[in-house]
């Protein structure tokens, strides 16, 4: 009675569920920040929980608004009854197996388009099947090349600028079934290389802004990720 009290008591830590999603852009090669294996598999917070469950989920996206994605799990176990030394080595193992989706050879081909939205908002309808807290790393400068919007024509970029409104609600009625939630944060990794790029990367990242305001789940943008735990 006492040991089933005692393992009570550690349930609620050792429940614990995590999910890290990583969505790289490669519809471009010169992005100067690019996931980096030991800072995304520091964020499983195995440092801080060894015996905790985490879900980490990858995929590139390139000119398709469906991309595949690789998803791998490593189950919680409970230390009172689990093997320490049994589950370092699985918990090595699951950071290897992350590490080399992360760092698996990129193919050559050359991405006339490029779709950034949908494959993010279908992330987060994927996502949100479970209850477990999720972020989101989003690779990317944002740039969409695609039917319903291109930052590469100039009648689009002068809509955003002229009736941002217009262009808000159209990419908000590419979100249908996306619901508000306060478990999961999206991450915007970026850093432009020129004047021009930073320009108008912050004029989609008040795009996006606006965007999660009227969805309901956090947003943050960074240059560069530090290693930290959740």
């Not at 030991?38 to 390139?62: A, M, P």
């Not at 990367?201 to 965007?211: I, R, T």
Request: glycine fraction near 2%; hydrophobic fraction near 40%; aromatic fraction near 10%.
């Amino acid at each position: 009675m006492v040991f089933g009290l005692i393992l009570s008591a550690c349930t609620k830590k050792e429940d614990t569920t995590i999910v890290i999603s990583v969505l790289e852009d490669v519809t471009e090669t010169n992005f100067i920040a690019k996931p980096n294996a030991e800072t995304i598999t520091g964020f499983f917070g195995f440092q801080d929980d060894l015996w905790h469950s985490v879900t980490f989920r990858y995929s590139r996206i390139t000119s398709l608004t469906m991309n595949s994605r690789d998803v791998i799990s490593i189950e919680k176990e409970h230390h009172l009854l689990g093997n320490e030394l049994q589950r370092r080595r699985l918990v090595a193992d699951f950071k290897k197996k992350s590490t080399s989706l992360l760092q698996a050879k990129k193919d050559s081909a050359v991405y006339r388009y490029s779709s950034i939205w949908l494959p993010l908002i279908e992330e987060l309808k994927e996502v949100q099947k479970d209850s477990a807290p999720t972020e989101i790393y989003l690779f990317s400068d944002l740039r969409e090349n695609t039917k319903f919007f291109s930052t590469y024509k100039a009648t689009d970029m002068s809509l955003l600028t002229q009736k941002p409104v217009a262009v808000l609600n159209l990419f908000l009625r590419k979100s249908e079934r996306v619901q508000s939630s306060n478990r999961i944060k999206v991450i915007v990794v970026y850093q432009p290389r020129t004047i021009a790029e930073d320009e108008l990367f912050q004029k989609l990242k008040q795009l996006y802004v606006q965007l999660f305001s009227r969805i309901g789940i956090s947003i943050e943008f960074t240059s560069k990720l530090n290693t930290r735990s959740l």
